[in-house]
């Protein structure tokens, strides 16, 4: 038993101290691949492949050899060694967490597990990744990689299709971390890049500033390679503006300038340049160019091609191509517009709701309104034809009152005038009676004066022979009244003259109408005023009759 334990605890000191000797030997090698790693790329790839993870055991050189896998995996384009650096990323980013003295790592492990969930299309994931690792690097204030991150967030706003001002804001901080590293070189790339982002905007003056300063400094530090680039910018810029011109000048400059180089770009640019400028034989000869050195399938290629085909006037072949490119449209943007199609769908048919509310609302008070004012008016108009009943009511009773009441009067007048007439003729006939003394002297006369009266007095009835009588005798009692009148108007007839003797005799219109038998006074009245008018007199008929008789009178005394 105790051979067994002897030689069981020397092969455990063997394990432990072969263990010992390997991981050693790995911690010098993934130090001085680290150290190599800033020089030749491929050849530090190589070194690396050749140490398996699983051989090594500590968590240090673990998290140190998945931090080297990730810097190397950018540069390599195998799809499955990117997934794979999904996973090993995940080793450094746990161990440098909580590790204060390897901040540095931890940032950096932290960019670079936002480049492999990226890799993978989970965009999200990987911003919150770059926040993280945002302020790390802030907080130990490493402004070559904060710039490396905000130019990783732009790129992931671009991918998440983020508002263009949000990525011009990450390419702003970038290109100035970058200057605070000292890196003006990639400062003034990112300008050329927030020069071009600021044409989607649209915000050119912004734009032409930042593709402008891009190019003053490439051209004063020589980097002919860099100013390609940023003048094929410049060249989108005048395109934005329809300067197609000023495009087309720059675009064979370049192509002069390097002539060396397959310049697709630039001709792709140049064929949609002379396709706006009507010269179409042109476009199509850089698009042909430019087409040899494509992907037939890449979106500028179908772009440019349907924009040559809609200026030539294929409007068929431009509408399929059109088509094609929609169809062909980034899955991931698609969803996004879907996305937001919906949002505002749903934000219209909430709108749409309130509206109808609102109008369904407007319609019930507007209903209201008109029901109490119909009932209102329907209240004013029955109150008023209920007060112009009453009125006429009220009007139709004071008539009959005043028809009444002058009825009554009438009759008391009538009374009176009857008692008055009774009264008159008494008188008369007792100068009658002084006359009848005379009638022995004219008895023919006097019989028929005698019997004219007693046929008044007797049937109640008025003739022209009794008129006439009555005439004489007023004429008689006033000084010759009637002939003065009948000589001074001979106008008027014998019925005026009698109907001016009953007046000089003092008789009421009451009476004379009686006398006439007319059906009211207005009758009198109405007489009085014609024979004004035929007698031509300026004064009332009364006036006239009452001064003649105190005229007489006066001469007679």
Not at 329 to 352: G, L, N, S, V, W
């Amino acid at each position: 038993m105790k051979g067994y334990r002897v030689i069981s605890i020397i092969f455990i000191m063997i394990c432990f101290l072969s263990g010992c000797k390997n991981s050693g030997h790995t911690g010098i090698i993934l130090r001085k691949t680290e150290a190599f790693c800033k020089g030749n790329i491929d050849s530090t790839r190589k070194v690396i492949s050749q140490i398996n993870i699983n051989d090594i055991r500590h968590k240090s050189q673990k998290a140190r050899y998945a931090l080297l896998y990730a810097r190397l995996i950018p540069y390599s384009s195998n799809g499955f060694e990117k997934i794979r650096r999904d996973s090993i990323i995940n080793i450094a980013v746990k161990y440098y967490r909580n590790k204060k003295k390897y901040k540095s790592n931890y940032a950096e492990s932290l960019y670079y597990q936002a480049h492999s969930k990226a890799d993978i299309m989970d965009y999200k994931q990987a911003l919150d990744a770059e926040k993280k690792a945002e302020i790390v690097a802030g907080e130990i204030k490493d402004y070559e990689l904060l710039a490396k991150i905000y130019e990783h967030m732009g790129a992931l706003h671009n991918r998440l299709l983020s508002e263009d001002s949000v990525r011009i804001e990450k390419y702003k901080k970038s290109a100035k971390a970058f200057l605070m590293a000292k890196e003006p070189d990639k400062a003034n790339l990112k300008y050329s890049v927030i020069g071009f982002y600021y044409l989607n905007v649209p915000d050119y003056d912004s734009a032409y500033a930042y593709i402008s300063k891009s190019i003053s400094y490439f051209k004063k530090t020589g980097n002919k390679e860099r100013l390609e680039g940023r003048y094929i910018i410049l060249m989108k810029y005048y395109e934005a503006k329809e300067n197609f011109e000023k495009e087309r000048v720059l675009g064979l400059k370049l192509l002069r300038d390097y002539p060396d180089k397959r310049n697709s770009e630039t001709k792709r640019l140049l064929a949609s340049t002379y396709a706006h400028l009507g010269k179409i034989d042109s476009a199509w000869i850089y698009y042909r160019e430019y087409d040899n050195f494509s992907s037939n399938k890449s979106r500028n290629n179908i772009k440019t091609l349907s924009e040559i085909e809609e200026l030539s006037g294929n409007y068929k072949k431009a509408m399929n191509l059109y088509k094609y490119l929609y169809t062909t449209t980034d899955t991931t943007y698609m969803r996004k517009q879907k996305i937001k199609a919906t949002t505002i769908e749903k934000k219209f048919d909430y709108q749409k709701l309130i509206a109808n509310e609102k109008v369904i609302a407007y319609k019930h008070h507007l209903r209201t309104y008109i029901l109490i004012s119909a009932s209102a008016i329907l209240f004013l108009i029955l109150m008023l034809v209920l007060n112009i009943s009453i009125t006429r009511k009220k009007r139709i009773i004071s008539e009959n009152a005043a028809c009444i009441e002058k009825l009554r009067s009438e009759s008391e007048e009538k009374d009176n005038t009857q008692q008055k007439l009774k009264t008159v003729l008494d008188k008369r006939f007792d100068k009658l009676d002084r006359l009848m003394e005379l009638s022995y002297r004219y008895k023919a006369f006097g019989t028929a004066f005698y019997e004219g009266f007693k046929n008044i007095v007797g049937n109640g009835k008025v003739d022209k022979k009794i008129l006439s009588d009555i005439c004489d005798a007023i004429n008689a009692k006033h000084h010759g009244i009637i002939d003065i009148i009948r000589q001074e108007h001979p106008e008027i007839n014998e019925d005026d003259i009698y109907f001016i003797s009953l007046l000089c005799n003092g008789f009421s219109s009451s009476t004379i109408c009686a006398f006439y038998e007319y059906k009211n006074t207005n009758m009198v009245y109405v007489r009085k005023s014609r024979l004004t008018h035929k007698m031509n007199l300026d004064i009332p008929l009364n006036t006239y009759i009452t001064e003649l008789m105190d005229q007489l009178a006066a001469e007679k005394a």
